[in-house]
């Protein structure tokens, strides 16, 4: 008799689930674009509207990653004491640290850089590889969120099974 999927497989497959659902809403292939901030609360059934304010580093460029900074707001939403007055959980704190550490290793920049220096080497900002970069960049976020999520215990019922149709007029 199979025993079913070990832990690090079914921690790997939720990580790709998230990953796949990411680049799918940033890309635009199989639904409207979302800005990268927008994708990432998708991928983990979170209401978008401030997280539209990550669009192109803070809407001017000159602030950090909103891919990168989404993945820290969906950790917070889904870890952090629902108290506004309550302190940072334990559990915030360290997949916070984990979050940050692992974006690290595996993105080509610092993890705090400007999205106008991240995204410089593209002359044209809607260019067709500057969206390939942007696209797995917010893959990578939400496959390291799924992988901070789940190592915490919390992964559970946060990546919705399917990409959902944009809202009507809807494009991020």
């Known amino acids: ?79 952090g004491d629902p108290s506004p007055t309550g302190p940072p959980t334990d559990a915030l704190k360290e997949a916070a640290g984990r979050y940050r550490e692992a974006i690290a290793a595996k993105i080509d920049l610092a993890v705090d850089t400007a999205c106008n220096d991240r995204t410089a080497r593209f002359p044209t900002f809607a260019s067709p590889a500057r969206l390939a970069y942007c696209t797995s960049l917010a893959a990578v976020v939400a496959e390291t969120v799924a992988e901070v999520l789940w190592d915490a215990g919390a992964a559970h019922g946060h990546v919705p099974p399917a990409v959902p149709p944009a809202p009507w007029g809807s494009t991020g």
Do not use: D, W
């Open 1 to 79: 008799m199979s025993e079913g999927p070990s832990n690090a497989e079914r921690r790997a497959a939720y990580a790709a689930e998230a990953r796949a659902r990411a680049e799918a809403l940033y890309a635009g292939v199989l639904t409207p674009h979302r800005s990268c901030g927008i994708a990432l609360a998708e991928t983990f059934g979170l209401p978008t509207p401030s997280y539209q304010a990550l669009r192109k580093g803070g809407l001017t460029g000159a602030g950090p990653c909103g891919a990168i900074a989404a993945g820290l707001l969906v950790l917070g939403e889904l870890l």
